[in-house]
């Protein structure tokens, strides 16, 4: 199986399982987008590495309380995967060599509603210096080469994701829906990408926050019944 290394690539195809129709998600091609000034905020040329924390006013049921970890963004466009939606499809039944170092639950997860076809593999390894077949996108967070002998990579793997598809953005749509504020952006830590407990992410990214945000983290799962 050819692995999406660089973001912009796609790997062949996963099971049906994985990849079988798909025609009611809305598919957000990943072109050129900046993020601008919103709010009186200060310009930020890049969000490469911080999450996106759905807020409970953002609608799409695709990205219900979904935390997204963006992998890329520059003028070619805006990419990231959902690090809280694990399939029933476990990381054995499609990429076995890698399942022994995927970490609990060990199960392929939605990285969004785009090529759900493809595998991405995202990796924390600390230090300087990452192994062959692995590349840094922010901190010890990064995309790992799923051609890449595994052995090569066990020792160094501090945690690892296997996602099917991803999420993208095209031209000032990420804007848009940051000034509608469909979106909180805060700071990303190496234990989000392999979080043992996906269900209480969205939770527990929101309640560290140092701000009022960590209120948002009580908000319940149906207001109609607060």
Do not use: K
Not at 172 to 199: I, K, N
């Amino acid at each position: 199986m050819r692995s999406a290394y660089s973001v912009r690539a796609r790997s062949s195809l996963l099971p049906c399982a994985l990849s079988c129709d798909r025609s009611d998600l809305p598919a957000r091609s990943p072109e050129s987008a900046d993020v601008r000034d919103h709010g009186g905020m200060t310009e930020v040329s890049s969000l490469t590495g911080r999450l996106l924390v759905a807020t409970p006013a953002l609608a799409d049921p695709n990205f219900d309380r979904a935390v997204v970890l963006l992998l890329d963004h520059d003028e070619q466009g805006s990419l990231g995967v959902v690090l809280n939606r694990p399939t029933p499809v476990g990381v054995g039944d499609v990429l076995l060599p890698w399942a022994p170092l995927a970490g609990a639950p060990g199960v392929v997860f939605q990285g969004g509603p785009v090529a759900m076809d493809s595998a991405l593999g995202v990796a924390v390894i600390p230090g300087e210096e990452g192994p062959l077949g692995w590349r840094r996108v922010y901190g010890a967070i990064g995309l790992v080469d799923l051609e890449t002998p595994p052995e090569l990579l066990a020792a160094a793997l501090g945690g690892l994701r296997i996602f099917a598809g991803y999420s993208g953005w095209g031209p000032g749509q990420l804007e848009a829906e940051l000034g509608e504020g469909a979106w909180y952006v805060v700071e990303s830590e190496p234990g989000d990408v392999s979080f043992p407990d996906p269900e209480r992410l969205w939770r527990a990214v929101l309640r560290r926050q140092r701000s009022e945000l960590a209120m948002v983290a009580t908000y319940p799962d149906d207001p109609s019944l607060n």
